[in-house]
């Protein structure tokens, strides 16, 4: 009863603040621009999502419900709510329809759709479990037990659910025999998953983050550059990324810790037995089949036909494009020096990520089929079987897309981004604007535990604010934009609601409040520096190759003014 009541209420409550938006929009005087006939209600949309997003940790919701106001606020034409919610609800169909009809959104779905199945596949072979012991066998000391668990998340660099499913279950045993806390390996797990996902050219997350960006550029009329080809460029300035990959090196070759995080150590290399944390069981769901003999190739030749397929793929879609193209600069490169650096670069910015990532994919999910058939390891309907179960775990991906891309269509349609653009472009010091751009996404990521919501809320807004402020500085809006990117990152990173996090602790049966407890410090630590040693010196135009050294030697001396050194006692019988 008492729930049927709040639900009474709720709607009670949305439908007044419909009937006061509805009388507020109907007194608004006509005009061809909506940026300047809605005003300030522009920014009723994206807040909506923001909002909602905070309080309900819903991303799916909020940006429904975000859609849905904007789309509200464009068929308000008198003050019968109940009919311009009819109508609203209709363009909300009709917006969702029409951004997965477009082609270029339907490849990005389907790419992230079969690079799920190839993962699945993987796994169920064995190809994943024999590549990560293979890297397990050659650590015998702390120091080398996380830089060999480093690596290897490096390597399983094309999604970050992989990861954190992969090498924790793999490096548990090791670092449990070395002395080595489950809370430092979760937190290796956890950094080396989603921002190493997050810059990788082939991955589960380069659709989503290709898609925001083209379409951000596109609104601002930048019709000469691709998606792709701005990725790319992000890539120096993901700063946050970039630092916390060093910040494990520095870490585990100096074996300095501070916070709840040296405590941690202390005590695992102190304890006489194997850690046993009841209140954290192993991730066990992904396992490969059993009685099967382990064989790295199985995890080699799927994984290298993906990446250089997609190469491949990459490359020929953007050389054909420029020949095909207007730009005799770029025809004249192709046709002399195709396989130079430069000409490389041109031909994979000038590429359709789309299409080529799903030719890739497509390949490798055949290759991967077939393997696994091949060696008996599983028939073809169970093969087949596990390959749709990998899509399944995507789809998530696929439904916040179609919200994200819907969104972002009805931000421009009542003109959030040129309002918020003339408000602001004057009254935020320019050098500010990235890091602030970083923060904003690291709260909103923190709050909802979604990277990928917190991308699709945000880069609508930020690249228009950075090519306005900056008068249409490139540089300076591809900070912006990698400034979206590795603040939705840290911020998931550290929320204790976040997908990854709980998957890193879970793989590495650590307990998850410990977990958040000590990885929060060393995230925080490297955000700082992520700030006032990249984005606001970037934003004033230090190149990111002063940053990136200049940033490593705050690490390195942070640390050792804040931290121990933990140090450890040899085992011989490590890997025995």
């Known amino acids: 009863m008492e729930r049927k009541m709040k639900i009474g209420i709720i709607v009670a409550v949305s439908l007044i603040a419909l009937f006061a938006l509805s009388l507020w929009i109907s007194s608004l005087p006509a005009n061809e621009d909506n940026a300047v006939r809605f005003g300030i209600l522009t920014l009723l949309p994206p807040l909506v999502a ?24 464009l068929c308000v034409n008198d003050l019968n709510i109940i009919s311009t919610i009819i109508n609203a609800f209709l363009q909300l169909g009709s ?21 799920g199945g190839v993962i699945q596949l993987i796994t169920k072979m064995g190809g994943a479990r024999a590549l990560a012991d293979a890297f397990a066998k050659r650590a015998n000391t702390p120091r080398k037990a996380q830089l060999f668990t480093w690596l290897l998340g490096l390597c399983v660099f094309f999604d970050d659910y992989a990861n954190s499913l992969i090498v924790g279950p793999i490096m548990r045993p090791v670092m449990d025999k070395l002395k080595v806390s489950r809370e430092k390996l979760a937190f290796v797990v956890d950094a080396t998953a989603a921002p190493v996902a997050g810059i990788a050219i082939i991955s589960t997350w380069i659709g989503l983050e290709i898609s925001l960006i083209a379409a951000g ?3 601002v009329g930048a019709t000469n550059v691709t998606g792709f080809g701005i990725f790319l460029q992000t890539i120096p300035y993901r700063f946050y990324n970039i630092f916390i990959l060093i910040f ?11 916070g709840p995080m040296k405590k941690a150590e202390q005590e695992a ?9 009841s209140e954290a069981p192993g991730f066990d769901e992904v396992k490969p089949v059993e009685g099967i003999k382990l064989s790295v190739w199985n995890a080699i030749i799927p994984i290298a036909t993906l990446i250089i397929g997609a190469l491949m793929a990459f490359y020929w879609s953007g050389y054909t494009a420029i020949l095909g193209g207007e730009d005799q600069a770029l025809i004249t490169l192709m046709k002399t020096a195709p396989l130079s650096f430069q000409g490389i670069f041109e031909a994979l910015s000038a590429s359709d990520a789309s299409v080529a990532l799903f030719q890739a994919a497509l390949l490798a999910s055949i290759v991967a089929i077939v393997m696994a058939v091949g060696e008996q390891i599983l028939s073809i309907e ?15 991906t696929g439904v916040i897309l179609l919200l994200a891309w819907s969104l972002g269509g009805v931000i421009g349609e009542v003109g959030t981004a040129d309002y918020l653009v003339g408000v602001l472009s004057g009254s935020i010091p320019l050098f500010i604007v990235p890091a602030l751009v970083f923060i904003l996404g690291a709260l909103i990521s923190f709050a909802t535990g979604t990277a990928y919501g917190t991308m699709s809320i945000l880069m609508p807004l930020a690249i228009p604010l950075g090519w306005a402020v900056s008068t249409g500085d490139m540089n300076f809006t591809i900070v912006c934009t990698s400034g979206v990117l590795t603040g939705a990152i840290f911020g998931d990173h550290c929320s204790p609601i976040s997908d990854t996090t709980i998957l890193s602790s879970m793989g590495t049966s650590c307990n998850h409040i410990n977990h958040v407890q000590t990885q929060i410090y060393y995230a925080v630590f490297v955000a700082i520096i992520s700030i006032f040693i990249g984005y606001i010196p970037a934003a004033l135009g230090v190149p990111w ?21 933990v140090d450890f006692e040899e085992v011989d019988e490590a890997t025995s």
């Open 382 to 396: 169970d093969a087949i079987s596990e390959w749709i179960g990998g899509m399944k775990t995507i789809v998530i």
């Open 269 to 277: 290399r102190n304890r006489t037995e194997i850690q046993q944390v």
């Open 248 to 258: 494990i090196v520095i870490s585990a070759l100096t074996l300095y810790e501070f």
């Open 545 to 565: 190759f002063v940053c990136i050294p200049g940033g490593i030697v705050v690490m390195i001396v942070g640390l050792k003014i804040l931290g121990e050194k």
């Open 217 to 219: 550029f596109k609104s």
């Open 95 to 115: 917006q969702v329809i029409s951004c997965m009809a477009d082609p270029w959104n339907a490849g990005i779905i389907l790419q992230c759709l079969l690079i």
């Open 50 to 73: 923001i909002g909602l997003a905070f309080i309900t940790k819903e991303t799916i919701l909020s940006l429904f419900l975000g859609v849905f106001v904007g789309e509200f606020m």
